[in-house]
């Protein structure tokens, strides 16, 4: 069984800078990309960033040069540092991991639950 786990959501002031962990837990063999997503209220959900497993990172438009993504492999763990946060930022995000569990060979995607983040004075 392979969990992810993200926290770190909440009330943000405008110009706030939370950072949102992922953690993954169960028999995980290895994490391979890990995307971060959002999405916001009668929207669809967009990509936000990722990040390969050797910290090679990309991310929208809309997020450059205010979001960092980084990984820790050790702890199973994806960071979202957000920063300079504006309204239009209020979604829930969520991290989406290609992982291989023991013994399956292949990689297969998993979704956290999503933590919420809004944006608001």
């Known amino acids: 069984q392979v969990q992810l786990v993200e926290s770190g959501g909440g009330l943000v002031q405008p110009g706030g800078s939370p950072r949102l962990p992922c953690v993954a837990s169960?028999?995980?063999?290895?994490?391979?990309?890990i995307v971060w997503y959002r999405q916001a209220p009668v929207k669809e959900r967009e990509l936000v960033a990722t990040?390969?497993?050797?910290?090679?990172?990309n991310y929208a438009d809309s997020v450059k040069g205010r979001f960092t993504t980084s990984r820790d492999n050790a702890k199973k763990t994806v960071y979202l540092q957000m920063n300079s946060l504006k309204p239009e930022d209020t979604a829930v995000y969520y991290c989406?991991?290609?992982?291989?569990?023991?013994?399956?060979?292949?990689?297969?995607?998993?979704w956290g639950q999503g933590t919420q983040v809004t944006v608001s004075s």
């Open positions: 989406n991991a290609d992982i291989m569990v023991f013994s399956s060979g292949r990689y297969t995607g998993y």
């Open positions: 169960g028999s995980i063999f290895s994490i391979s990309v």
């Open positions: 990040i390969t497993y050797v910290g090679s990172s």
